[in-house]
């Protein structure tokens, strides 16, 4: 295996471990057709952290939505 899949692959769970710890009880699993559940998905861990990210900053900056 290449370097760089590697370091995708420990991106990705960084990504998701600062995702649970900023809110543990969400779930970060991936869920596809049919209702099967997947293992986490870091495309949804870093949506969550760049969510709450834009959230705080708007509330930083006392814009009114």
Not at 8 to 19: F, G, P, S
Not at 27 to 51: C, M, Q
Request: glycine content about 8%; charged content about 35%; cysteine-free.
């Amino acid at each position: 295996e290449d370097s760089r899949g590697a370091r995708k692959r420990a991106n990705d769970m960084r990504t998701i471990e600062v995702a649970r710890r900023v809110e543990p009880s969400l779930d970060f699993r991936a869920v596809e057709r049919g209702g099967i559940t997947r293992s986490d998905s870091p495309d949804k861990a870093a949506s969550f952290l760049l969510a709450t990210y834009g959230e705080r900053w708007i509330l930083r900056q006392g814009v009114k939505t």
